[in-house]
């Protein structure tokens, strides 16, 4: 009996191997848990509808149009530029064009496939335009996605549907969805271990302040002066309030209102989802972003300080910056703050009912990690990163079993642990001088920014490896 080929022995070891360690290596496939929109991207398309002449140009066309629809609202609702070039791509796939590619250059999209020789390429560009943010349009979205890759649905329905999705109004008022942006700074201030009373003035405030800036976007005002409001409004809050209960058996700090105004001011510049594109190989777009960000983040800063010196004028001077992260409150409220604030980013940013449940979830998973972590000495930065870890691949593993999109949960989650008390403690150093603890401070806030962003990446890709079947390794 001849000896099999060397090869041969090699390949049916691999098998053997893939197979015993598939149920460790893929636990989430082997349970059914329901693969997401973006799975099925990374897979390999199915065969599409009908093969494609690349001399229709009419054809071509609508197929590259209709994939960059998907993508700019897949962006424009803060997706990362990766996952939307991919879900582009496979959309374009299976409608017959295997070959198109995609180019992301902050808000520019490209997409474009090559012919034959002697033919020139076909491409299509679109410029994402900024507007308010609606986890509900993403929602549908992605749904289409599923239902384009699974080839349930034409190449003329596709077209239909994205319109209607991007013409359909809000699911809810604005009222209610700046209601979302007040519970968030609520829980904020709750999480830093202030009083009830301060956690309703930061409510009330943050009120004023999306409703003052929508009038102001409405006249024409640029972006970094509605931050400038908003920094502005926050700081003469907590030093009025600060002011007026100093005397009182009432504990009002001024940080603790002011970084929850920071935090929400900094969770509507996406900021995890600009750190996220550099770690994701678009370092171009994260470099827009980025800036875009850092300026918006200046103008929160002058509001601040302005507010910070008129009072001073008057010699109303903030008190001494040494808040711990918990403050008096026993850990359940903390527990419950971190829920709450994660619930209210994901409604104000016009998320389902089930989305805004899993997104408080999320973020009380968050927040026992954080605790856990900075309560063994392991420090902020290294706590944002595990709690944004966890929350990615508890939020990925959560998304997929009720059918949304992994980003509306994970984000939402990890939004109470913005910097906003270290980007705080920073600018106060600075205006008094102590450049050395400022520098650490705003150092510390970048750290914690970017451990946030690198954890929410790893904790997907962990959700998508465990998900992962044998078809996306073909």
Known sequence: MAASHPSNRAATAREAVTTTLEPFWRPLARWGLRKSAIDRAAEPPLSPWAPIDLDDDATVTSVLQLSLDIAVVLLSSGEGAADTALQAESVAASFGLPHATVEITFTSLTMAVGRRPGRPPISVIKVVEYRTIDLTRMIRVTRLIDAIIRRKITLDQASAQVEQITNAPHPYKFNTAIAGWSFLAAGVVLQLGGAPLAAALSFVSVFATMWINRLMSKAGLPAFFQQFIGGFIAGVTALAAYRVFENTAVDVRPSQVVAAGIIVLLAGLTLVGAIEDAITGYPVTSAGRVVETTMLTGGIVGGIATAIAFFARFGIEAPPINPTFYGGNPFIVVLLAAGVGAA???????????????????????????????????????????????????????????????????????????????????????????????????????????????????????????????????
């Open 344 to 474: 209210g980013f994901s409604l104000a940013s016009y998320a389902t009912p089930k989305a805004i449940v899993l997104a408080g979830v999320v973020g009380m998973v968050s927040i026992t990690v954080y605790t856990l972590c900075t309560t063994n000495d392991l420090g902020a930065i290294v706590g944002s990163g595990a709690a944004a870890t966890t929350a990615g691949l508890i939020g990925g593993i959560f998304a997929r079993w009720v059918g949304l999109p992994h980003m509306i949960v994970t984000v939402a989650g990890v939004a109470p642990l913005l910097p906003g008390l270290s980007l705080y403690r920073g600018l106060s150093g600075l205006l008094s001088d102590n450049s050395s603890a400022a520098l650490g401070q705003l150092s510390q806030a970048g750290g914690i920014a970017v451990a946030l962003a690198a954890g929410v990446v790893f904790g997907e890709w962990l959700t998508r490896v465990m998900r992962r079947t044998q078809a996306a390794d073909l």
